[in-house]
């Protein structure tokens, strides 16, 4: 390649403006890059935590081990925290001597509702960034294109005889701010949908562990009423 027409050559005699443009989305493709791989372990950890957490919830072993178990836990899964989250409402309600299952339940869906809507907010954090990048960055460098091109043709105004070289360069300069638009936008787009899909699904388990576990409850609450007794 002509060392006139190099990648670096042309963004050296870009316009600041479309330098400023370029550097834009180099930032933004960087931060999405973070925000991707960062997320991308964080879902895969709170699937691998959640599913070996509903195993063992499931293995019958009793509640209120499994409730010490889990404060011992340095972190705790999404699960985890709906799980405790409800069990400890349960209990700070059947101190208060409120035996009715209905109004336990009632107590119970209520704090692992809001328990699930701050581990989805947990899980979506970060996530608007990429769609902002996804959605602004094409149009972002489609002005530092328009702009450059603007450029180029006002420096053509003082040039007797317009060539292709002398106009190719000044064009090439200024798509390169569209290309580096697309190539922040095109990962941002990918992993958004892929991100909120997951969310999106870890909400759903997280939901549907809910109501097991409230039904559940709600069975011991009967047994308790009509015995007298606690879990």
Partial sequence: ??????????????????QLVMLMLLAASVVSWVIIFQRSRLLRNARSTM????????????????????????????????FMAGLK?????????????????????????????????????????????GSTSPYIGLFGTVWGIMHAFQGLAAVKQATIATVAPGIAEALI??????????????????YANRVDRLSTAMFTFADEFSSLLYRQAQKAQHSGKGI
């Fill in 177 to 194: 701010a569209t290309a580096m638009g697309l190539l922040a936008a095109i990962p941002a787009v990918i992993f958004y949908n892929r």
């Fill in 51 to 82: 599913n070996k957490f509903e195993d063992r919830f499931w293995s019958g072993i009793d509640l209120n081990e499994l409730y010490r178990e889990c404060q011992q836990q340095p972190q705790h899964s999404p699960t985890e925290n709906v």
């Fill in 89 to 133: 409402e349960f209990s700070k309600l059947r101190q208060h001597h409120t035996t009715d299952p209905d109004a336990l339940m009632a107590g119970v869906q209520r704090a692992m509702r809001i328990t699930i809507t701050r581990e989805t907010d947990r899980l979506e954090n970060h996530l608007p960034f990429l769609a902002t990048v």
């Fill in 1 to 18: 390649m002509n060392e006139s027409m190099s990648i670096m050559h042309l963004i050296a005699q870009a316009s600041i403006v479309v």
